[in-house]
T-cell receptor
Framework: DAGVIQSPRHEVTEMGQEVTLRCKPI?????LFWYRQTMMRGLELLIY????????DSGMPEDRFSAKMPNASFSTLKIQPSEPRDSAVYFC???????????????FGSGTQLSVL | SQKIEQNSEALNIQEGKTATLTCNYT??????LQWYRQDPGRGPVFLLL?????KEKRKERLKVTFDTTLKQSLFHITASQPADSATYLC?????????FGSGTKLNVKP
């Protein structure tokens, strides 16, 4: 398996523009997570899905952020309109339910470096 | 509030020595704790998992301890090598969510 695939690797945009980040999880994984990483705040969980259904979006900072998972092999994170403070590395990760229904470990993509000017 | 604390200062050690990294947490009761390695420009990579009823876990040159009374985990790399230089993150698992510390950067000098 190729692992978790994210695109684009880098995105530079201007304030006010719409940004869409994409993620393909590992086949067979039933959990998908979106994280944001900054120097100041580290890795923050934004939202996670189980079997394509959003379970907890309490980490989504504002209504400008939205995420979808239309099928088991694709998810998007959209920011509209984007602002300079959204600049960060956005990671997608997937995992598989383990024994007793718990997840054992996360597999991360290489991330999308977002710069909003 | 919930906190996961890792030493924000880089740890510099000489090749061959044992590196010890600390993860402290408050206001969590994690089912288990994990350690990840992150290299520049890459996503974190899973290394080890230790459950709340386990005191110690080993994998090759890596050792993790977990003290739920102290709310602390220690991560050891024995016989460290320059290739071990990276940022190491601890993560707590609670109700299907993984909460990460900010990581400690390890520099192993030849």
């Amino acid at each position: 398996d190729a692992g978790v695939i994210q695109s684009p690797r880098h995105e530079v945009t201007e304030m006010g523009q719409e940004v869409t980040l994409r993620c393909k999880p590992i086949s067979g994984h039933d959990y998908l997570f979106w994280y944001r990483q900054t120097m100041m705040r580290g890795l923050e969980l934004l939202i996670y899905f189980n079997n394509n259904v959003p379970i907890d979006d309490s980490g989504m900072p504002e209504d400008r952020f939205s995420a979808k998972m239309p099928n088991a092999s694709f998810s998007t994170l959209k920011i509209q309109p984007s602002e300079p403070r959204d600049s960060a590395v956005y990671f997608c990760a997937s995992s598989e339910s383990g024994t007793g229904g718990t997840n054992e470990k996360l597999f991360f993509g290489s991330g999308t470096q977002l710069s909003v000017l | 509030s919930q906190k996961i604390e890792q030493n924000s200062e880089a740890l510099n050690i000489q090749e061959g020595k044992t590196a010890t990294l600390t993860c402290n947490y408050t206001n969590y009761s994690p089912a288990y704790l994990q350690w990840y390695r992150q290299d520049p420009g890459r996503g974190p990579v899973f290394l080890l998992l230790i459950r709340e009823n386990e005191k110690e876990k080993r994998k090759e040159r890596l050792k993790v301890t977990f003290d739920t009374t102290l709310k602390q985990s220690l991560f050891h790399i024995t016989a460290s090598q320059p290739a071990d230089s990276a940022t190491y993150l601890c993560a707590l698992y609670n109700f299907n969510k993984f909460y990460f510390g900010s990581g400690t950067k390890l520099n192993v000098k030849p």
